[in-house]
């Protein structure tokens, strides 16, 4: 099974609908993150949570929110998705020491 | 504040020839230093870091890449390229202070192409 798991891994929804995407771990870290994917723009960060309580804004958090449920749980929702949201999401997890990040398979969302 | 700066959105080399990624970095703090690599509908998977200590690292699958502060450059290099070596390289610059702590800056990355 994998350390990092992402749900759904594609999903195709309409403008104006809500949507949350899923990311779970088994790695224990403290640290997780969502970013985004658009080719030739590399990886963009949305936001990232240090732990439970601890959540922070990214380079490109508009339009987008996050939930930290547990340790092992953290969230992405697009409240209300539009077009140029669609793009290939990445959850990624760290301990922290030396800032290694591990990475889930990731979301393919399409907004129509 | 930290960047990335990656050379080149696509290479192409010839299976057995040298493989040069291009990396160039921007951090005002001592950075952490990361090549990952992307095969076609998976996820990024970390190749190697340099953190402190030697300049010369060594990662999977054959590659290697060296620190070199003064040109602020961490090029990844293979000496003899791989079918399998096909696939999108990731250059990233992290550190452990600041207002950039635990936060990784991703460059555009390069599409590699091996041809038989």
């Known amino acids: 099974d994998a350390d990092v798991t992402q749900t759904p891994r594609n999903r195709i929804t309409k403008t104006g609908k809500r949507i949350m995407l899923e990311c779970s771990q088994t790695k224990g870290h403290d640290r997780m993150y969502w970013y985004r994917q658009d080719p030739g723009l590399g990886l963009r960060l949305i936001y990232y949570?240090?732990?439970?309580?601890?959540?922070n804004k990214g380079e490109i958090s508009d339009g987008y929110s996050v939930s930290r449920q547990a340790q092992a749980k953290f969230s992405l929702s697009l409240e209300s998705a539009i077009p140029n949201q669609t793009a290939l999401y990445f959850c990624a997890t760290s301990a922290g020491q030396g800032n290694i990040q591990y990475f889930g398979a990731g979301t393919r969302l399409s907004v129509l | 504040a930290q960047s990335v700066t990656q050379l080149g959105s696509h290479v192409s080399v010839s299976e057995g020839a040298l493989v040069l990624l291009r990396c160039n970095y921007s951090?005002?703090?001592?950075?952490?230093l990361f090549w990952y690599v992307q095969y076609p509908n998976q996820g990024l998977q970390l190749l190697l870091k340099y953190t402190t200590g030697a300049t010369l690292v060594k990662g999977i699958n054959g590659f290697e890449a060296e620190f070199k502060k003064s040109e602020t450059s961490f090029h990844l290099t293979k000496p003899s390229a791989h079918m399998s070596d096909a696939a999108e390289y990731f250059c990233a610059v992290s550190s452990d202070r600041g207002s950039t702590l635990g936060r990784l800056y991703f460059g555009r990355g390069t599409q590699l192409t091996v041809w038989p």
């Open positions: 949570s240090f732990d439970v309580k601890d959540i």
């Open positions: 951090s005002s703090v001592p950075p952490y």
